[in-house]
Nanobody, 117 residues
């Protein structure tokens, strides 16, 4: 079993910053990638960022490039999302996830980020 808990969400003004954390526990020996999605009200879940160990690359969604930075610890137990220069359109519930080479996906419960103008 894999358990994931996000934290760090909250209310911030336009231009502000937040840092999200996601702690992963359980059977995490075989992780292919770790990352973040987000979902705004009445919108589809949107890719934000991921660290992918299958190719050693880091990927970002176009709306967050240059403003958000993903990082992970060496043990792959925690994934972070540093969010700078936040905009109202960044308001969403942010979910961390991991996936495995076998195609299994695990998700956290989500943390709310609200950017006020």
């Amino acid at each position: 079993q894999v358990h994931m808990v996000e934290s760090g969400g909250g209310l911030v003004h336009v231009g502000g910053s937040l840092r999200l954390s996601c702690v992963v526990s359980g059977r995490t020996a075989n992780i292919r990638s770790m990352g973040w999605f987000r979902q705004a009200p009445d919108k589809a879940r949107e890719f934000v960022a991921r660290d992918d160990w299958s190719d050693g690359a880091t990927y970002y969604g176009d709306p967050v490039k240059g403003r958000f930075t993903i990082s992970t610890d060496n043990a792959k137990t925690t994934v972070y999302l540093q969010m700078n220069n936040l905009k109202p359109e960044d308001t969403a519930v942010y979910y961390c996830y991991i996936d495995t080479p076998e195609g299994q996906n695990y998700w956290g419960q989500g943390t709310q980020v609200t950017v006020s103008s």
